[in-house]
């Protein structure tokens, strides 16, 4: 009777611990004002309830408890139930990252500009093209680090398929909130491999240089760069001379913004500034980007480089407008269209962020015609114009994005 009670209480245990994955909404209990909407409600917990299945499927493999007497069929019991410890150790790191990002949501005003942050992330999803529409809308928490950064739809999570993008942004996003951007460029890198261009979009990069004689390392870089140029290009797209705002978060050190790393994805700091202002200039000509370009090529001459760098330095940026332009007009092949028809360009010009921010009667009105992503990038117009500063902006943003909050469930299918 030693084996059977001992063996008894662990089976308990383990059944216990694998029935817990299904109560998370139970337990982080939160308010409507904050809680995830049904949709993302839906690709957490089928994930989880997936994985209960599948451990009480195994668990309950154990030869039946009446046979406790004999002692193989406790040790194939305990066998089991020890390998069934083992994959529930992977499936809590599953359910310990949804708790963790999620309980972020029972603060109040965290809550609410996070599921703000949340339809911005799907506004910058679901653009014109059907197969943008069927792509899962992320779920943005707060993390330590610099940057932002994204754990993508399908990628691997403890030997399951991770089922909804993560994006993770720093705390000093909510309190410089004027730098947002980082969500558009985030869901970039989730929608590349989603819509087939993780292997499409370096070839586009790689003929348009090699049509235009590039040096062979240029080329190159140009490649292994495809999946940041990609998500800074979809963050242009979405938001327009906002992302040039990308400056403020790469103006570092000298050695850091020359520094090429053979093996890195990240563009060199120095060329990926001087690509967000040839964008702009690519759609709408002259503008404010090319003061901004003057200061940064003033605050980075190429002889503070090293000596190594600035001969590849200056042949990278002699193809900026190169790429740019390029990839501007190429036709993505497997959707048929360009870049540029995905969005809607015309509430992006200058001409109407300045039209909606310099007439303080049609400002609300005007904001209300717009998306969300468009709507930011008149506050981000409104801050690179001087017409507010960065308190005021920040106060701003974060009104914002508790508006958003309120209705993303009513005006978004997320």
Request: glycine letters at 4%.
């Amino acid at each position: 009777m030693y084996y059977y009670d001992e063996i008894l209480k662990r089976y308990t245990s383990t059944h216990r611990k694998i029935n817990s994955l299904t109560f998370i909404r139970q337990i982080v209990s939160l308010s409507n004002g904050v809680d995830l909407t049904p949709r993302q409600w839906i690709s957490i917990e089928t994930l989880l309830f997936t994985i209960k299945k599948d451990l009480l499927f195994y668990l309950r493999s154990a030869p039946v408890l009446k046979n406790l007497n004999d002692p193989s069929s406790v040790k194939k019991i305990n066998n089991i139930i020890a390998k069934t410890e083992v994959k529930l150790d992977r499936a809590l790191k599953i359910f310990d990252t949804y708790l963790d990002l999620i309980t972020q949501r029972q603060s109040s005003f965290l809550g609410q500009m996070l599921g703000g942050c949340d339809v911005l992330a799907a506004t910058a999803i679901k653009q014109k093209h059907s197969a943008l529409q069927i792509i899962e809308s992320p779920v943005v928490y707060l993390d330590r680090g610099y940057g932002a950064s994204i754990f993508k739809q399908d990628m691997d999570f403890y030997g399951y398929k991770n089922p909804v993008s993560l994006i993770q942004i720093p705390y000093s996003m909510l309190v410089c909130s004027y730098m947002l951007t980082s969500v558009a460029h985030e869901v970039g890198h989730a929608v590349q491999p989603q819509i087939g261009l993780d292997t499409i979009f370096p070839k586009m990069i790689f003929d348009i240089l090699k049509d235009a004689q590039a040096p062979s390392h240029v080329k190159d870089l140009f490649v292994l760069w495809n999946r940041e140029l990609f998500a800074d290009l979809w963050a242009f797209f979405c938001c327009g001379k906002a992302q040039s705002g990308i400056r403020d978060l790469l103006a570092l050190s000298n050695d850091t913004v020359f520094d090429i790393r053979l093996r890195d994805p990240h563009p060199t700091n120095y060329i990926r500034v001087l690509l967000s202002f040839e964008w702009c200039r690519q759609l709408w000509g002259h503008g404010k980007w090319d003061e901004w370009e003057a200061e940064w090529t003033r605050l980075y001459p190429l002889n503070l480089s090293k000596l190594k760098y600035i001969k590849t330095l200056e042949e990278l940026r002699q193809y900026v407008p190169v790429f740019s332009r390029g990839i501007m007009k190429a036709v993505i092949p497997n959707l048929n269209v360009r870049f540029v028809d995905l969005f809607d360009m015309d509430n992006l010009s200058p001409s109407n962020l300045r039209r909606i921010s310099e007439d303080p009667e049609k400002f609300k009105y005007g904001l209300k015609n717009l998306n969300p992503c468009h709507q930011f990038a008149v506050f981000r117009h409104m801050y690179d114009e001087n017409m507010i500063n960065g308190r005021h902006c920040n106060r701003l943003v974060q009104k914002w994005l508790r508006k958003l909050n309120e209705f993303k469930t009513t005006i978004f299918d997320i």
